[in-house]
């Protein structure tokens, strides 16, 4: 299904963590973090399908791949709505400064790199993470999120100001997250959950002392349950830190050349932090 965005850059805000969709990416494929989905590309660079800038240009459009059901960075509004997120107003204000039109094209989180090889997008914008193992296989545009790890407590408590506090104490995470490991490193006890709802729930009833995800994660909680979220706190950060960037194929250099130029304009004119505070609260892109 192709969508195609208008000009303007919506001013939409998130409806809230859709926790059932984060869980199902994360299964999907290795995550990172809670609540920013990772997808592991091939191991192998393959240049013979890189874009080219001039030929995008010739077509008038930048074609975007992208889930649709990943809020708030990909989703529709109200479920059955008009496309929207962040990853998808970030999108939309690169192709505007290359004076493309955004055409939206979705599919399953799996498929999405699948696709942009076999030449069905120009780019993905779906918060996928710069990874090591990645870079051999696509090129990035300079990062437009950073995430940090964080350590999320009772607004209350004072006895957990970092990590190492989490000794001894009880937390509960997703098993397939990394940030499990990060609790189980630090000495805490930690309680299987599902996902980000759970263990948030978890934390207000107070029968755990902290849970770790991501620092996005918590930020949107925030903004959509501004009361309940009143409760709780980030007490620390950790060291897990996930950049995500527009991806295309290996050897598109004009391509990600244009589009780091326009990401640039777009940090220097207050657009990214003006997209980052209206799903967020805050500037995410940096």
Same mark, same amino acid.
């Given at each position: 299904?192709?969508i195609t #965005?208008?000009r303007?850059?919506?001013?939409l805000?998130?409806?809230?963590v859709? $926790?059932a969709?984060?869980?199902?990416l994360? *299964?999907c494929?290795p995550?990172s973090?809670?609540?920013?989905?990772?997808?592991t590309g091939d191991s192998t #660079?393959? +240049?013979?399908a890189a874009?080219?800038?001039?030929?995008i240009?010739?077509?008038g459009e930048l074609?975007?791949g992208?889930e649709?059901?990943y809020q708030?960075?990909?989703?529709?509004?109200g479920?059955?709505?008009?496309?929207? %997120?962040y990853?998808? !107003?970030?999108?939309?204000?690169?192709?505007?400064?290359?004076?493309?039109?955004?055409t939206?094209?979705?599919t399953q989180f799996?498929a999405?790199?699948?696709?942009? @090889?076999a030449?069905?997008?120009d780019?993905?914008?779906n918060?996928?993470?710069i990874?090591?193992?990645?870079?051999v296989?696509?090129d990035?545009?300079?990062?437009?999120t &950073?995430?940090? %790890?964080?350590?999320i407590t009772?607004a209350d408590?004072?006895?957990?100001?970092?990590? $190492?506090d989490?000794a001894?104490?009880t937390? $509960?995470?997703?098993q397939s997250?990394?940030?499990?490991?990060?609790a189980?490193?630090a000495g #805490?006890?930690?309680?299987?959950?599902?996902?980000?709802a759970?263990?948030?729930?978890?934390?207000?009833?107070?029968?755990? =002392?902290a849970?770790?995800?991501d620092?996005? +994660?918590?930020? @949107?909680y925030v903004k +959509?349950n501004p009361?309940r *979220?009143? /409760?709780?706190?980030?007490?620390?950060?950790t !060291? @897990?830190?996930?950049?995500?960037a527009l991806v295309?194929?290996?050897g598109? =250099?004009?391509?990600?050349?244009?589009?780091d130029?326009a990401l *640039?304009e777009?940090?220097a !004119? /207050?657009?990214?932090a003006?997209?980052? !505070?209206?799903y967020?609260g805050?500037? &995410?892109?940096?």
């Amino acid at each position: 299904m192709k969508i195609t #965005a208008p000009r303007t850059v919506r001013r939409l805000s998130a409806l809230g963590v859709v $926790a059932a969709a984060a869980l199902a990416l994360t *299964a999907c494929a290795p995550a990172s973090t809670d609540g920013v989905v990772t997808q592991t590309g091939d191991s192998t #660079a393959d +240049t013979s399908a890189a874009k080219s800038l001039s030929d995008i240009r010739d077509s008038g459009e930048l074609v975007i791949g992208t889930e649709g059901t990943y809020q708030p960075f990909t989703y529709h509004e109200g479920g059955s709505g008009a496309l929207t %997120g962040y990853d998808v !107003d970030v999108a939309t204000a690169v192709a505007e400064k290359l004076d493309l039109t955004p055409t939206f094209e979705e599919t399953q989180f799996d498929a999405l790199l699948a696709g942009l @090889d076999a030449g069905r997008f120009d780019i993905v914008a779906n918060q996928i993470s710069i990874t090591d193992e990645r870079e051999v296989s696509y090129d990035f545009s300079t990062p437009y999120t &950073v995430s940090r %790890g964080a350590v999320i407590t009772a607004a209350d408590d004072t006895d957990i100001t970092s990590l $190492a506090d989490l000794a001894g104490k009880t937390t $509960a995470q997703s098993q397939s997250s990394n940030f499990y490991t990060t609790a189980k490193d630090a000495g #805490a006890d930690v309680q299987v959950v599902e996902g980000w709802a759970q263990s948030v729930a978890l934390l207000e009833q107070g029968r755990i =002392d902290a849970t770790v995800n991501d620092e996005l +994660t918590f930020l @949107d909680y925030v903004k +959509t349950n501004p009361d309940r *979220a009143a /409760g709780i706190k980030i007490a620390a950060t950790t !060291d @897990d830190v996930s950049r995500s960037a527009l991806v295309t194929t290996k050897g598109s =250099d004009d391509l990600v050349e244009a589009i780091d130029e326009a990401l *640039a304009e777009l940090k220097a !004119d /207050g657009t990214l932090a003006e997209i980052s !505070d209206r799903y967020f609260g805050q500037d &995410v892109s940096e």
